[in-house]
């Protein structure tokens, strides 16, 4: 996944998602996600657009696009 042109890698921690600049390794952000750890994470695509799905144990299923994981503090 590709947030404002940078290279993301997305690995689920306990209740949030943890981003990861793909050319350097270092995190550059998270997004807290479940109240329940995290279940399931794919990415997909949505109205031409990728997007990042989490589903937790809370059963609920969250979605993000891009502008979602720039606001987490990803630029």
Do not use: C, K, Y
Not at 25 to 38: F, K, Q, R
Request: proline fraction near 3%; aromatic fraction near 4%; hydrophobic fraction near 45%.
């Amino acid at each position: 996944m590709t947030v404002d042109g940078r290279p993301l890698v997305v690995t689920p921690a306990q209740n949030s998602l943890r981003l990861w600049d793909a050319t350097d390794g270092t995190e550059v952000g998270h997004v807290n996600a479940h109240g329940h750890g995290i279940t399931t994470m794919e990415s997909a695509i949505v109205d031409g657009r990728r997007v990042l799905v989490a589903s937790g144990g809370d059963g609920v299923l969250r979605i993000w696009d891009e502008s979602d994981l720039a606001w987490a503090g990803v630029m």
